[in-house]
């Protein structure tokens, strides 16, 4: 079975300063990567995926991922936040082909600081 | 509708009563799925169904929680005997297939055991 590590519970940023949220997963064969946002009092909304070919993938709201297999880690990146972009995020984690069955970790609470 | 509509989005009821959860996916999606979501906690995976069949149920806690979805549309989660333990949010999704498709997330239910 997957399992998917967010090490920082919370991540205080600066706002127009860049920021990176840490995910790790559990090795596999195969394995697809999500990244999810939850905006408060809103369900959750799908950033980027990545499935296969390019280990950069690019998503909404300038936010980008990176699958590293060697480190087993997909952090997402944003080069310039803003204050719109608080709230949690969510890594996750499938062995299939798409979003069923998907291990979430624990999420990370990004604050944007003004 | 225009998303994955759940309801009611706010269930409060007594430990040991029954409680029934309701969700509408998107119009034409044949997956369907159900999470759970524990304060501070990421989504926990419960069922996928796929058409009317429940393909994968290894999520769900026990016997006391089973799911519905008798013409492939709208479902329903069931709990009997509620504990306080169950006090969550379930979310539920649907996307269009069981491929490399994004799963649609409602806003959930907020389910409290008193």
Do not use: M
């Given at each position: ?7 920082d ?8 300063a ?13 394995v697809?990567?999500f ?32 699958f ?10 944003k ?36 | ?44 995976f ?40 169950d ?28």
């Amino acid at each position: 079975a997957q399992s998917v590590t967010q090490l920082d519970s919370q991540v205080p940023v600066f706002e127009e300063a860049p920021v990176e949220l840490r995910c790790n997963y559990s090795s596999s064969v195969s394995v697809y990567l999500f990244w999810y946002v939850q905006y408060p009092n809103q369900g959750l909304q799908l950033l980027l995926k990545y499935l296969s070919g390019s280990t950069l993938v690019k998503g909404i709201n300038g936010f980008e991922a990176e699958f590293n297999k060697s480190q087993t880690s997909f952090h997402l990146r944003k080069p310039s936040v803003h204050i719109s972009d608080t709230a949690e995020y969510f890594c996750a984690a499938s062995s299939g082909g798409g979003a069923d069955g998907l291990t979430f970790g624990k999420g990370t609470h990004l604050i944007i600081q003004p | 509708g225009a998303g994955v509509s759940q309801t009611p989005s706010n269930k409060v009821t007594e430990k040991g009563k029954y409680v029934e959860l309701r969700c509408d996916p998107i119009s034409g999606h044949t997956a369907l799925y159900w999470y759970r979501q524990s304060l501070g906690q990421g989504p926990e995976f419960l069922i996928y169904f796929q058409g009317t069949g429940a393909a994968d149920d290894s999520g769900l806690p026990n016997d006391r929680f089973f799911a519905v979805r008798p013409e492939g549309s709208v479902s329903t989660l069931k709990i009997q005997r509620t504990e306080r333990g169950d006090s969550a949010v379930y979310l539920c999704a649907s996307s269009p297939d069981r491929g490399r498709t994004e799963a649609f997330f409602g806003q959930g239910t907020r389910l409290t055991v008193v």
